[in-house]
């Protein structure tokens, strides 16, 4: 049996080595890609992001857990390189981690962030469809939302949901890093601590003329995720907003979007590859920098030589 016959029978070790094969990018990831394409678009992926130690993982743990209490089978991609999944976790998310690794009907995947070359949102897009293909029902993709690279891999999921903690500035924060552009879900956890109220009532403020705007909801669910309070509330607006994209209005819409994402992406993606393998490799750059040191053109006759001129490859 080939890595895809086992793949298209269910087995998780098949899934595994696809996912790896093309986070290395190797020889055939665009054709396994293509290849299953046709199988993808029936999982909802969902972006979970905030700073470090909002809480992100263990609403990620609970919410698998409920997921697949209710005969969902699930996905989780860790992007958050401090993230418990990744092994950078103390002891105490150790063993919860290992309350997941137990659960047969959860893939776990932590994603390398280094020497993805700026791919990251790319790769992390490419291995939701995997595991869409694979039949997952749900993905979960936890990124710490500091940058704009998790910005650009929360873009890749079909809803985020922005984790928020009842610390002072943390809207203002929340709100220069741009968090607030890609919610469509507010989890404000540790609702146990004071100021959680005051960070909601912050949040509606910011959101109120979005939501006048668009007539969408943008709900602010205050959870404790340790204690198990409000992952009710949450997952049923995860649930309404999985709703909203399937929805017949928006779904074409929604579609649309996704696809011109990824072409945009992996043309981007694939371009960028080639222009640091072939076209300007250390190798070549290293001569044209000696060529225009030592007074021999310049960057943009270079570039545009480059660009129009094949016979440079
Ligand atoms: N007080 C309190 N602590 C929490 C809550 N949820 C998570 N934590 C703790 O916050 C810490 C960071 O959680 P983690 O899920 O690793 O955060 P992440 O960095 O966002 O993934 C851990 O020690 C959790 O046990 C909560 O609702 N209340
Ligand atoms: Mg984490």
Redesign the pocket.
Known sequence: MSTLEKFYAGDAIALAKIITHIENRGPQTDQILAELYPRTGKASSVGVT??????????V?KLCAMLTDSGKTVGVIAV?P???FTGG?LL??RIRMQDLTANKNVFIRSMATRGSMGGLAVSTSEVIKVMDAFGKDIILV?T?GVGQVELDVAEACDITIV?LVPESGDSVQALKAGLMEIADIFCV?????EGSGRIVSEINMIMDVKREKSGREFPIVA?????N?GLDQLMEKINMEIERIKSDEFFMKHRRRKIRYDIMKTVEHRLKNRLRKDILSEERLSGYIEDIFNGRGNPYDLARRLIDDKSEE
């Not at 905030?50 to 609403?59: C, F, I, Q, W």
């Not at 959870?223 to 204690?227: D, G, Q, S």
């Open positions: 905030g700073p470090p130690g909002a809480g992100k993982s263990t609403l743990d958050d401090t993230s418990p976790a105490g998310d936890e710490v984790v956890n540790k609702a146990d601590r959870t404790e995720a340790v204690n309070v």
